[in-house]
């Protein structure tokens, strides 16, 4: 089998979406550009594990046009767009993606994806690299990339039990990644993904945004642009604090539990809203999840405390509470601006991904030489980034004067 997707006839709409991405991609364009003519990945073979979307898309013909071959797999059985799937299998890309796949078939494809024998994984959340140090662990690998903060997490806790057994990237922390599409990214299509089940108005309701990290930082502003009154709740004094200086207002999660009509969990941790918490919420109150994993929400507790539960509407799960309260879940909990809308928008996505691609040409010509740890890609990288982007949104970049450098890098010249 060279690819499991769903509906090969829907290539030509993926083909058409994925256009539109691209146009919105000017950095990860001019990186495929200087791919096709240098060919950095000739001969590698790639394990992508990711959300199979129109950006993805983008990113898996720029490695391609390097000279890589690539086989992809979802990073999560909720995010797939199957026309995008369909127009990769037609375009010879190996595709193993079904949306609402369930956990055997989302492992049996993470399986297929690492049976191409590849030199090089993309991984999103760290599950086909925790596999490559479990079931797959006979399989040489040159490097990884990792793209969110949980695949960070789970990486830097491996290299610290010393078991890490490759290097690997941390996408994620590169500044062009994480201050731009989990702040603006997540932040606009977490509230997008609402939008779409719901069609509410976020306009005078209270958001509780759990975690202010920078996906919640993004949400929270993002909400409060709406017109909502915003909410935090924080563990991070810091982080509670700067909520606190930047105009929310700051609560523990019980008592926030009682005020909110749509709470929002960012945080990557377990169970951040629980029991006590449902115990507490008003009527038609609604919960989402935008952070990697869906143990945010504790909806085990919710289904054994529910009498009833139903589809209200397509990705809006309705619990009805035995004191007649009704919880509204979106998309079962799991990421929500992947599982009810599309991702993150192409124009954010360009930065990451272009991060992803550069990433990968680093490793070809570094991995052999590092040892297995998590690294960063180089601030030249991150910065040679930002300033593509700068350039395609016609930003002018001012530059020190000679005077202006020679007076920074002084500790002689006070007055
Ligand atoms: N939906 C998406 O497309 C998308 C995009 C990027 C990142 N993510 C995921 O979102 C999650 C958050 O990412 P981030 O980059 O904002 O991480 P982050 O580490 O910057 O922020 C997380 C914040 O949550 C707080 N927190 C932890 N446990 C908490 C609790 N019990 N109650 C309240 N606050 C708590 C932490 O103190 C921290 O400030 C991760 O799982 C990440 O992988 C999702």
């Given at each position: 089998m060279n690819h499991d997707i769903a509906d090969p006839s829907l290539a030509p709409e993926g083909e058409r979406r994925i256009e539109w991405a691209e146009r919105r991609m000017p950095v990860l364009r001019r990186i495929r550009e200087r791919f096709a003519a240098?060919?950095?990945?000739?001969?590698i073979r790639v394990a992508a594990c990711m959300h199979v979307t129109t950006e993805t898309a983008n990113l898996v013909l720029t490695l391609v046009a390097g000279g890589a071959s690539v086989a992809l797999a979802a990073s999560?059985?909720?995010?797939?767009?199957d026309d995008v799937a369909a127009a990769l299998v037609g375009r010879g890309i190996p595709v193993f993606a079904r949306r609402g796949e369930d956990a055997d078939t989302f492992y049996r494809h993470l399986h297929a994806i690492l049976d191409t024998q590849p030199s090089l994984v993309f991984d999103d959340g760290a599950d086909t690299t925790t596999l490559l140090h479990k079931e797959r662990a006979d399989l040489p690998i040159l490097g990884g990339m990792e793209e969110t903060t949980t695949g960070v997490i789970r990486l830097r806790a491996m290299a610290a039990d010393g078991v890490l057994r490759f290097p690997v990237v941390?996408?994620?922390?590169s500044e062009t990644k994480h201050l731009f599409d989990n702040r603006h990214g997540t932040g606009q299509s977490a509230l997008d993904g609402i939008l779409r089940a719901t069609n509410i108005l976020f306009a005078g309701k209270t958001v509780v945004v759990v975690g202010f990290g920078d996906c919640g930082w993004g949400i929270a502003h993002r909400a409060a642009g709406l017109g909502a009154d915003v909410v935090v709740v924080e563990v991070d004094p810091i982080r509670a604090l700067a909520a606190a200086m930047e105009g929310f207002r700051v609560m523990t999660s019980l008592d926030a539990a009682a005020v909110g009509d749509v709470f929002l969990t960012a945080t990557g941790d377990i169970h951040v809203l629980r029991a006590e918490h449902f115990g507490r919420m008003k009527d038609n109150a609604i919960l989402a999840n935008a952070g990697h994993?869906?143990?945010?929400?504790?909806l085990i507790a919710l289904e054994s405390m529910a009498e009833a539960k139903r589809e209200l509407r397509a990705h809006l799960t309705e619990y009805l509470l035995p004191d007649g309260r009704r919880l509204l879940v979106v998309?079962?909990?799991?990421?929500v601006n992947l599982g009810a809308?599309?991702?993150?928008p192409a124009d954010v996505m360009d930065m990451s991904f272009a991060d992803q691609a550069l990433a990968a040409e680093w490793l070809v010509a570094h991995g052999a030489d590092l040892e297995p740890d998590v690294y960063r890609l180089p601030r030249e990288l991150d910065e040679e980034v930002a300033r593509l982007k700068l350039a395609s949104m016609g930003a002018g970049l001012e530059v020190l004067t000679e005077e202006q450098r020679r007076y920074l890098a002084s500790w002689e010249a006070g007055t």
């Open positions: 240098e060919r950095p990945l000739e001969g999560n059985p909720l995010s797939t767009q941390a996408v994620n922390d994993f869906d143990v945010e929400l504790d998309a079962e909990g799991r990421l809308a599309e991702g993150h």
